[in-house]
């Protein structure tokens, strides 16, 4: 497939770049410093936050694959989208959402970092936005309640809204791994207009 990335340059932009690239996926890798994009794929600057000039970049796409973080608005994206003429959106999402095992969001917990909840918020909002939208097939994929820098092992167990815990209470995912689970998606077309999530 042809697929854009956005925020190509992050921690979770530059290995979603790599596993694509991988299996041999046409990639275009969109960030605001294309001089940290991973190597072996048209690497091209660009600022999301821009609706018109977005759809320039991602014009000719099969997909979107967003590793922004959520300062820019869903809606700023999807219009970029629809513009483009690109059919799919699949997005890095927060786990803040995600409920546990009592139905509470995670975000709601007692014991949820005050300094993650002003991030987290844009997070939920924007999955909100996401559900509201009808013309572009998008989906939201929110990591483990932990993602760090680690092995790509290919191992790790799949949720829909709730929180993917392990017998010890514990939700962490590689960076590596999750962009596997995210290249699955995209490859597999599991959750159309859907949100879903991965964990150990």
Do not use: C
Request: aromatic share 6%; proline share 4%.
């Amino acid at each position: 497939m042809k697929v854009a990335v956005l925020g190509a340059s992050g921690r979770a932009g530059s290995e979603i770049v790599q596993e694509l690239a991988r299996r041999g996926h046409e990639v275009r890798a969109i960030a605001r410093h294309p001089g940290s994009v991973p190597a072996g794929v048209t690497a091209v600057a660009g600022d999301a936050s821009d609706a018109g000039a977005l759809a320039g970049l991602i014009a000719g796409s099969d997909a979107v694959i967003s590793a922004l973080h959520h300062d820019i608005p869903a809606s700023t994206i999807l219009a970029a989208l629809r513009e483009a003429g690109v059919p799919r959106l699949l997005v890095t999402g927060g786990a803040g959402s995600l409920q546990v095992a009592d139905g509470t969001r995670l975000i709601d917990t007692p014991d949820f970092p005050e300094e993650w909840r002003a991030f987290a918020q844009k997070g939920v909002a924007f999955l909100q936005d996401l559900r509201a939208e009808t013309q572009i097939d998008w989906t939201f994929f929110s990591p483990a309640a932990l993602i760090f820098e680690g092995p790509r092992t290919g191992v790790f167990r799949l949720g829909t809204d709730r929180l993917v815990v392990n017998d010890k209470g514990d939700s962490s995912i590689s960076f590596a791994d999750f962009a596997i689970a995210m290249v699955d998606e995209l490859e597999q077309h599991r959750h159309p207009r859907a949100r879903f999530t991965a964990a150990y």
